[in-house]
Structures are given as C-alpha cells and as structure tokens.
T-cell receptor, first 110, second 117 residues
Framework: LAKTTQPISMDSYEGQEVNITCSHNNIATNDYITWYQQFPSQGPRFIIQGYKTKVTNEVASLFIPADRKSSTLSLPRVSLSDTAVYYC???????????FGTGTLLAVQP | GAVVSQHPSWVICKSGTSVKIECRSL??????MFWYRQFPKKSLMLMAT?????????EQGVEKDKFLINHASLTLSTLTVTSAHPEDSSFYICSALKSGRSSYEQYFGPGTRLTVT
C-alpha cells in the first residue's frame, strides 16, 4: 500500500485559504486519493476523493498532478471550526484498505 | 454522503469480561467493513477487514481470537473484544465501504470508547 507523507501541523487564520499537500510516490494505478477530517473523539469525516486532475465539492478542492505522486487539499476561507486533523490516504483499488498516516493538525486562529 | 453508526458510543467493563461493539451502515449496503483502533493523539490503526458472509482478514499483530469479528449482513458488522484487559482500552472505529461506479468511499462511524478497569 502506498505510504503518504504530509506535514505534521499547519497554522492558519480565519478567512484564509489553506492548502495541505500530501506526497504518495508509490501510488498504484488503481488507487484513489481520499482526504478525511477528524475531530477529537470522533470518527473521521469524508471530505473529498479523486483519481486525477481536479475535484471540487461544496467544502474543498483536491488538486492532483498528472503523475499522481502528490495531491493538495484546498480549504477555502477556513474558520475556527476547521481546526482538526486532516488525513490523506491512498487506496481503494483491489484491496480497498486504507492505511492512515500521521495526518496534519490544522490549527485555525482568530 | 452516507451514515454509519456505532453502538455503544462508550462502554466501561471489568477486566476479563467481553464487550461487543456494533457497526451499522444506515443508508447503504456494505459488503466490506473495516475496524480500526486509535490511541490518544495517535493515528488510526487498521485492525481487520470484515467481509459479509466470510471470515475477517486481520492485520499483522492483531489477535483474531481476541478480537472476534462477525459480518452477518450487508449492514451490520460486530467486533467483540474477548477477555478484555486494561491495555485494550482504546477508541474503536469502524468504517463501511460504499462502492460506486467510479469510486470507493469509506464512511466512518462515530467511534466507541472502551475503558477496561
């Protein structure tokens, strides 16, 4: 399974756009890229999933370059409630297993 | 989206007893569910893959006789922690796989906090 690397933590201020980049150099052809958000003592919440190029939904955008060896989660105009741990995962495909990395703790300040 | 529930949300049990945790996909059918555990300030660790109608597949280092998994229907998987000990105290989270034409999305339950005294 592809291993992911992302920053341990990031700081931001309310109203700013936040971009969290994840590298996954060993991504397999049939792997999807999925991002989750987790608050303390809660299960992870699905944010967005993509395979290639750009995906956008009502809460975020996901940018994936042509080589798919990295991806960037973009959160527009963050608020204090966006303070959480964000996980980038690659998988799906044949095994469907998702292996969690360390995640990125995003701290949004007023 | 999709909704996955877990029951109970928290449980306290005595050492040596067994505890069963339920995971349900409420608005979709899931042939595959997963069980994770998470220690404070740590990431989720995959324990096992639960497939409806067949035996679960356990990750390396996870004792299958201690963590019994049953996936008897397309909407329910259970995890039973047998002969629980204090070191089994953790946050247990399940997820259910929702397969679409072009995606494989996993939706997670809210988690179950297990405390073994």
């Amino acid at each position: 399974l592809a291993k992911t690397t992302q920053p341990i933590s990031m700081d931001s201020y309310e109203g700013q756009e936040v971009n969290i980049t994840c590298s996954h150099n060993n991504i397999a052809t049939n792997d999807y890229i999925t991002w989750y958000q987790q608050f303390p003592s809660q299960g992870p919440r699905f944010i967005i999933q993509g395979y290639k190029t750009k995906v956008t939904n009502e809460v975020a955008s996901l940018f994936i370059p042509a080589d798919r060896k990295s991806s960037t989660l973009s959160l527009p105009r963050v608020s204090l409630s966006d303070t959480a741990v964000y996980y980038c995962l690659v998988g799906g495909g044949a095994t469907n297993k998702l292996i969690f990395g360390t995640g990125t703790l995003l701290a949004v300040q007023p | 989206g999709a909704v996955v529930s877990q029951h109970p949300s928290w449980v306290i049990c005595k050492s040596g007893t067994s505890v069963k945790i339920e995971c349900r996909s409420l608005d979709f059918q899931a042939t595959t569910m997963f069980w994770y555990r998470q220690f404070p300030k740590k990431s989720l660790m995959l324990m096992a893959t639960s497939n409806e109608g067949s035996k679960a597949t356990y990750e390396q280092g996870v004792e299958k006789d201690k963590f019994l998994i049953n996936h008897a229907s397309l909407t329910l998987s259970t995890l039973t922690v047998t002969s629980a000990h204090p070191e089994d105290s953790s946050f247990y989270i399940c997820s259910a796989l929702k397969s679409g034409r072009s995606s494989y999305e996993q939706y997670f339950g809210p988690g179950t906090r297990l405390t073994v005294t």
